[in-house]
């Protein structure tokens, strides 16, 4: 195998169980387990995968969603898979912890940008070049948001490879001096990497925790509470989003250069 495409298209269903094919033109991306259970309990279909690092499921309106794991490389890894797909558009569904007094938990933020700290990117695009959304797309999740009786905020998202900062006073001061809205693991990378691969993508994130201050940081007991308040909600909006997108018939591809 010598090129990019023989090998994702070899890679796709080791790493998921599905084939290429079984894939739809639109795609949820996320980290959690009880997501892509509960996208399986709702349109009563098979999650695929399950001996695999990542779980995967179509529904029979052909949008399909994949449990990636955490982290960068990993957000990177299934972006360069998905070449194997061409996929039309891609949506994460994630957490990030809130960096400004407005993003509360619970709330949910469709970043304008994010902040390349995590370098994975690094391998796709120099750092100048600016990792962003496919505005189209982030125009019709908007347009959903709202149509659930749902708030939301937009911003610039700090997307870092470290997990565990929140003790770090200096890492702090570097936050804050960003002017981030908010912090995550995965959002640089996807913004970069579909705009390497040509593939639109967005990203819905919910915050979780608002870790600037010691009783904010993310603990096991809080996040359970945030996923039982607000998971269902943001998944509600991500399959709405990207099935309704679809049948509107909006292209939101951007131009190649």
Same mark, same amino acid.
């Given at each position: /195998?010598? @090129?990019?495409?023989?090998?994702? !298209? ?8 599905? =084939? ?16 892509? +259970? ?11 995968? =399950?001996?695999?690092? /990542? =779980? ?22 299934? /972006? ?42 690094? +391998? ?11 505005? !189209?797309?982030?125009?019709? %999740?908007?347009? !959903?948001? %709202?149509?659930?009786?749902? +708030?939301?905020?937009?911003? %610039? ?37 579909? @705009? ?13 925790? %608002? ?11 809080? +996040? ?9 909600? @943001? ?6 989003? /990207? ?10 591809? @951007?131009?190649?250069?």
């Amino acid at each position: /195998m010598v @090129h990019k495409y023989e090998i994702a !298209k070899n890679w796709l269903p080791r790493y998921t169980g599905m =084939q290429p094919d079984d894939f739809g033109d639109y795609i949820l991306l996320t980290n959690f387990t009880n997501y892509i +259970d509960s996208f399986s309990e709702t349109f009563d279909v098979e999650i695929k995968g =399950q001996d695999k690092p /990542m =779980q995967s499921a179509t529904n029979k309106d052909g949008l399909s969603i994949i449990n990636f794991g955490i982290g960068s490389p990993n957000a990177a890894l299934i /972006m360069d898979l998905l070449t194997a797909r061409n996929p039309k558009g891609v949506l994460f569904l994630g957490k990030c912890g809130g960096l400004k007094d407005t993003s509360e938990i619970g709330n949910f933020i469709l970043p304008i940008a994010a902040i390349r700290g995590e370098g994975t990117s690094n +391998d796709y695009f120099p750092p100048d070049v600016p990792a962003l959304p496919s505005f !189209k797309l982030h125009k019709f %999740v908007s347009e !959903k948001i %709202v149509e659930a009786n749902c +708030d939301y905020r937009t911003g %610039v998202i700090y997307t870092t490879n470290r997990r565990l900062w929140e003790h770090d006073k200096v890492f702090l001061k570097k936050l804050k001096k960003s002017t981030a809205i908010g912090i995550d693991m995965e959002v640089a990378t996807i913004f970069v990497t579909g @705009h390497y691969n040509e593939i639109a993508r967005g990203a819905l994130l919910l915050v979780s925790d %608002v870790p600037t201050t010691p009783e904010g940081v993310k603990t096991e007991e809080s +996040d359970k509470k945030v996923t039982s308040d607000w998971s269902k909600k @943001h998944l509600e909006i991500g399959i709405k989003s /990207m099935t309704e997108i679809e049948k509107s018939g909006e292209k939101i591809k @951007h131009f190649r250069y």
